[in-house]
């Protein structure tokens, strides 16, 4: 395992220039049929990415109160995508649509 690390053909991939990487990107996004695809190392980093594109500066992020994005990643949602984040009890991890409506109802009123 020394020897192979130590021999690894390396780049940059910030500049598209580590082949290993590049050639995992291409594999993944064919195999899911999709133009291209980004390796991210963490887990986190996936998720600040995801609510970062899925919602705008102000959005209510509603997740059940145990989630790992409320325990551990409570700040990043703010900080990294600019959301307020609710924590709220859940039944076995999972909410009810009633507890999400309302929740989610200061932040929807007059919206468009």
């Known amino acids: ?9 390396v ?3 910030q ?8 050639a995992l990107q291409d594999r993944v996004a064919a195999l899911l ?3 291209a695809a980004i390796f991210v190392p ?3 980093m996936a998720n600040q ?11 209510v992020l509603i ?11 409570y700040g990043g949602a703010a900080a990294h995508a600019g959301l307020m984040t609710v924590g709220l009890p859940g039944d076995r991890g999972r909410l009810s649509p009633e507890q ?3 929740a989610a109802e200061p932040s929807s009123k007059g919206a468009d």
């Open 42 to 44: 963490t887990a986190t």
């Open 63 to 73: 997740a059940e109160q145990h989630a790992h994005v409320v325990i551990y990643e």
């Open 33 to 35: 049929g999709h133009e």
């Open 11 to 13: 780049g940059d991939e």
């Open 49 to 59: 990415i995801a609510l970062k594109l899925h919602s705008r500066p102000g959005d």
């Open 1 to 9: 395992m020394r020897r192979a690390i130590a021999e690894a053909s």
């Open 100 to 102: 999400i409506q309302r």
């Open 15 to 22: 500049k598209r220039e580590d082949p290993s990487v590049n």
